[in-house]
């Protein structure tokens, strides 16, 4: 089955439409840029200590960094609008391997405008230049030995309606580019540059005031992922042409949002998914050939938060379908719970720990990893504008493809001082 003459342009022509009707709505309001604005900048310096600064089983590389952090933050609210403009740069110095170096940072765009009382129009858009240790770290659970630097583009616009004291429904569509400095080659990191297309239509009803909302959410998901046959040096003589794999999932899910009291909640939603998914192999004879996917599998995730008089506790389950850069989608379950606790006034503790399994969606995949996490800090408010922080860190990483584990400890002390002024 071939996405791309169908989904993939039908995707990139609607969300460029619904893009481009969303600013012209919000840059022809006025109101949009009227209003209060209140300025938050902030700045941090830490000082951190790895002992394995690229999460590798072997010749582990252990260095002292010093981070520097400045960012701002600003909000523009008026009676039918809400706009968040933000920034951060994350420059990191290590003291041994200075080849690491890197400047990181990350740019954010929000609007919400109510041109009525049942209607909103929304879009956020961000920039993120990082790498791959951290990132992908986070939001795949997979471990990356071979480091390279990253790109993200993101970029969402919606619609809500409220067709009734207790009925809503919304619109929602979102688009997401992610870059690598290195193309797509064989061994152990596959890095992939891909593109993600994203739509959803939901329906929720308010059962009881504030208490308990039900509702409904189907929606549909298009990844293309980019392999360069001619960059792969083994290969290279194979053709000199662009393949692209891709996996598309249609999904149709509900669930409850509930408040038993004001110290308790639980959200909940489960469903199910199709994946279709198009991708090429190169046979030991050097050779391509086309596989094409189709499986069933089931989402879902439970969360619960108790609230208490000096904190909180959470925990959360979850299982869903992700991109990754290395050219496949991940089916990932994820399971974490965090402890918040304030001893005393100025002085805070937080406990949270997470595991999670990261396997190839695809039949003919090759990806099985097991990710775990745990961090305990403690937070001092030594002014009122400024705090100190100690946090000591444990990453764990196991992949069951090759059986190769690794191990990570991080320690850092953070002092951060923010002001906040209403223009």
């Given at each position: 089955m071939n996405f791309k003459p169908i989904t993939s342009c039908f995707f990139k022509r609607k969300l460029h439409?619904?893009?481009?009707?969303?600013?012209?709505?919000?840059?022809g309001e006025t109101s949009v840029f009227s209003g209060e604005i209140k300025v938050r900048p902030a700045f941090s310096v830490r000082g951190t200590y790895d002992d394995n600064i690229n999460f590798t089983q072997r010749n582990k590389i252990d260095d002292y960094i010093t981070t520097i952090i400045p960012s701002l933050d600003l909000t523009r609210v008026s009676e039918k609008s809400r706009m968040e403009i933000g920034g951060s740069v994350n420059v990191k110095r290590y003291s041994k391997k200075q080849r690491f170096n890197k400047t990181n940072q990350h740019y954010n765009l929000a609007f919400d405008y109510i041109p009525s009382p049942l209607f909103t129009i929304n879009a956020d858009g961000s920039f993120t230049l990082d790498t791959t240790t951290e990132s992908e770290l986070e939001e795949t659970g997979l471990r990356y030995e071979h480091t390279v630097d990253r790109k993200a583009y993101r970029f969402q616009p919606g619609f809500a309606w409220s067709l009734s004291e207790v009925d809503s429904l919304s619109l929602n569509a979102g688009y997401s580019r992610v870059e690598y400095d290195e193309p797509f080659y064989l061994g152990y990191d596959n890095y992939s540059d891909y593109d993600s297309y994203n739509g959803a239509l939901s329906w929720s009803h308010a059962l009881s005031k504030d208490v308990a909302t039900f509702f409904v959410n189907g929606g549909y998901s298009m990844t293309s992922y980019e392999r360069d046959f001619y960059k792969e040096a083994f290969y290279k003589e194979i053709s000199n042409e662009t393949k692209t794999d891709k996996t598309g999932s249609y999904s149709l899910y509900s669930g409850f949002n509930f408040s038993f009291s004001p110290k308790w909640s639980l959200n909940l939603w489960a469903g199910a998914r199709r994946t279709i998914s198009d991708y090429y192999q190169i046979k030991p004879d050097k050779t391509k050939k086309e596989w094409t996917d189709r499986n069933w599998g089931g989402i879902g995730n439970i969360s619960i938060r108790r609230s208490f008089e000096r904190g909180y506790i959470s925990a959360e389950l979850s299982k869903d379908i992700i991109p990754s850069g290395r050219g496949e989608t991940l089916e990932r379950d994820l399971a974490g719970i965090r402890i918040n606790y304030g001893f005393t006034k100025r002085l805070n503790g937080a406990l949270s720990g997470s595991w999670s399994s990261s396997e190839s969606e695809r039949d003919h995949?090759?990806?099985?990893?097991?990710?775990?996490?745990?961090?305990?800090?403690?937070?001092?408010?030594?002014?009122?504008?400024?705090?100190?922080?100690?946090?000591?860190?444990?990453?764990?990483?196991?992949?069951?493809?090759?059986?190769?584990k690794a191990r990570r400890d991080v320690v850092f002390i953070q002092i951060t001082t923010h002001l906040e002024k209403l223009l």
């Open positions: 439409l619904l893009a481009f009707l969303v600013l012209i709505i919000l840059l995949g090759t990806i099985d990893e097991d990710y775990y996490s745990f961090t305990s800090s403690l937070t001092y408010q030594v002014l009122d504008k400024t705090t100190a922080e100690l946090s000591y860190s444990r990453y764990q990483s196991k992949d069951h493809s090759d059986f190769s």
